[in-house]
């Protein structure tokens, strides 16, 4: 059992920067791959990135690539989200997730069994 829960969302300026940090408990972190999503109002909750449990791959979203990144702290049970040039499209509620046996070859919601609750990240023009 794995609980996530995420922190460092807010407001912030379209070119502005925001680190997201999703905390874990549960022994068996450092054998997850971690995932971040979002869902804005009206739409469909989407992949943004994730990592693999070693930290050595990791997966972007073609709209956020070059300027998101994800890392891992197996040490501190953390996976954070760093967001540069944010634009008003990235305003979403941004989800951390957890899975055992994710392959990386699919980024679906339903391909990871551990959610957080969410946090809200708020892009203005």
């Known amino acids: 059992q794995v609980q996530l829960v995420e922190s460092g969302g807010g407001l912030v300026q379209a070119g502005g920067s925001l680190r997201l940090s999703c905390a874990a408990s549960g022994r068996t972190f450092s054998s997850y791959a971690m995932g971040w999503f979002r869902q804005a109002p009206g739409k469909e909750r989407e992949f943004v990135a994730a990592?693999?449990?070693?930290?050595?791959?990791?997966y972007y979203a073609d709209s956020v690539k070059g300027r998101f990144t994800i890392s891992r702290d197996n040490a501190k049970k953390t996976v954070y989200l760093q967001m540069n040039s944010l634009k008003p499209e990235d305003t979403a509620v941004y989800y951390c997730?957890?899975?055992?046996?994710?392959?990386?070859?699919?980024?679906?919601?339903?391909?990871?069994?551990?959610w957080g609750q969410g946090t809200l990240v708020t892009v203005s023009e």
């Open positions: 997730a957890a899975d055992p046996n994710w392959s990386g070859y699919t980024k679906l919601p339903e391909e990871f069994k551990y």
């Open positions: 990592i693999s449990w070693s930290g050595g791959s990791t």
